[in-house]
DNA sequence: ATTTAATTGACAACATGTTGTCGCAATACT
DNA sequence: AGTATTGCGACAACATGTTGTCAATTAAAT
C-alpha cells in the first residue's frame, strides 16, 4: 500500500538526507575554523585549543575525572586525551592525584597556574562567543544546539 | 538611555554567547565522530573521510579546481589539500592536467578509477545520511545548516 | 572463588591538520 | 615598464587525532 503519507515521508527522507551531507561538509569546515579561532585566543597563553578544551573538561565538572572518562565526554580517544594530559603535566598545567577506587586512573586536577589561565580565558571568551553569535536569534541557536547535540548522541550509541 | 529594548539585547546577546560556547564544543565533538564514521564508511575502498572530502571537492563543482581552490572550499589550509593530492595522485586516484591560466598551479582531476569509488560511495552514503537524519524536522535541518553556515562565513571574512 | 571480559596506562605507527620558509609565477600598483 | 605584493608548490617541523598492542587492574559472569 503506497500511500500519500508513505511517499511523502521516502521524501523528506531524501530531502533530509541530502540536507544532513550538506551539514556534514559544513560541520567539518566549521570545526577547523573554530579550531584555528581557539589556537588563536590561547596563544597568549601559550596554549592551544585541545589543551584548553581539557582545563574546561576538567574545571567546569562536578566531580574529578579519570583520563578516559574526559574522552568520553570529549568523544575523543582516551591515547589523545592521555598524551595532552601527560604533556600539560610536565607544563605544570596539571596534577595527577591517587584515586582511591583505582590504582591506575588517577584524577586529573588544574594546578593553581592553570586555574589562574583557564579564568582568564573564561573571561576573554566571553565576548567571542557573543560576538560570534551575532545576528542569530536564541531559537536558532536553540535549535541548532540541539540538533547537533541530537545527532552527537545517535551516532554515540552505535 | 538604557532603554528596555537595550537591556534585553544584552542579555540576549550573554544567552546566546553562552549557548554559542557549548555549540562550539557540541561541534568538536560532533565533527571527531563524523570524520570516523566516514573513514568506516570509505573503508573497504581503501580511502579516508579526509580523502573522500577531496574527491567530492573536485568532482561536484561545475568548473576544475587547483588545489589552493579546493582548500579554501574546505576551509583548509593550501599545504593540507596538497599533501592528500599528492598522495592521492601516486595512489592513481587523481591526476593534475595542465592549466592554461598558471604555470605552476595545475587542475586537479578524478581517475576513472576514483570516480568509480566516487559513485559507488555516494551511493552508500545515501541511506547513511537518511539514517542519521532520522527524528529530525525538515525546518530543524535547515535551521542548523543555516546557522552553521552563517557561523562559518563570518569567521571566514576576519 | 575462579575464570572471563572490560578498562586502563604506556608505547608505537600512522593520518592529517597547522605554521613557517623558500624560490618562482602571477597580479597589482604607480 | 618596473616594482611591490600576493599566490603557489615543495619542503620541514610540529600538534593532535586515530588505531593497535601489551601487561596490569578492575569488573562481571558462572
Redesign the interface.
Known sequence: MLSIKFLWEIM????????????????????????N?GDELTKEFGLTSSRW?IL?ASEMSESRHTVPQIART???SRQAVQRLVDVMTKDGLLNLVDNPNHKRAKYVELTPKARKIFYKLFDK???W??H?????S?K?????????????N???KE
Open positions: 523528506t527522507a531524501k530531502e533530509n538526507g541530502e540536507m544532513f551531507t550538506q551539514l556534514t561538509l559544513e560541520i567539518f569546515k566549521l570545526s577547523g575554523m573554530l579550531n579561532e578544551k574546561g570529549m568523544g575523543q571568551q566571553i565576548p562567543a557573543e560570534c553569535s551575532e545576528g542569530l536564541h536558532e541557536l536553540e535549535t541548532t544546539l540541539k540538533v547537533i547535540t541530537m545527532i552527537s545517535k551516532l554515540s
